[in-house]
């Protein structure tokens, strides 16, 4: 599964409301869908984490960290949960070349 990195999947990336957030390292406005910069640094997610299971079809996966095997979507943010466990390295972004 390829992923598209993007400013909402960093670390340093602070929300501020469906189309936009803050660069905690900048301080500045940065829109969510646009490419991260040379200091990304991935965030944890449920899609990161060695205890999420991708669903045979759909978007939905589960978390059998979790005593109830919730369902989970993988860009949800799992900065905050204790049974996060890293599965793969954090991928770095790619470069945009000049045309």
Known sequence: MS???RHSHCRHFAPV???KGICLLTERPVMID???CAEFVRAP???TCSRFRPPAE???GRCEGLPDQA???PDL???HCEQYQPAIPAPEPEK???A
């Open 3 to 5: 992923v598209t990195l």
């Open 17 to 19: 409301d469906v189309a």
């Open 34 to 36: 646009t490419p991260p």
């Open 45 to 47: 997610s449920c899609g």
């Open 58 to 60: 759909g978007s939905l």
């Open 71 to 73: 369902w989970t979507w």
């Open 77 to 79: 943010s799992a900065l």
């Open 96 to 98: 945009e070349t000049a």
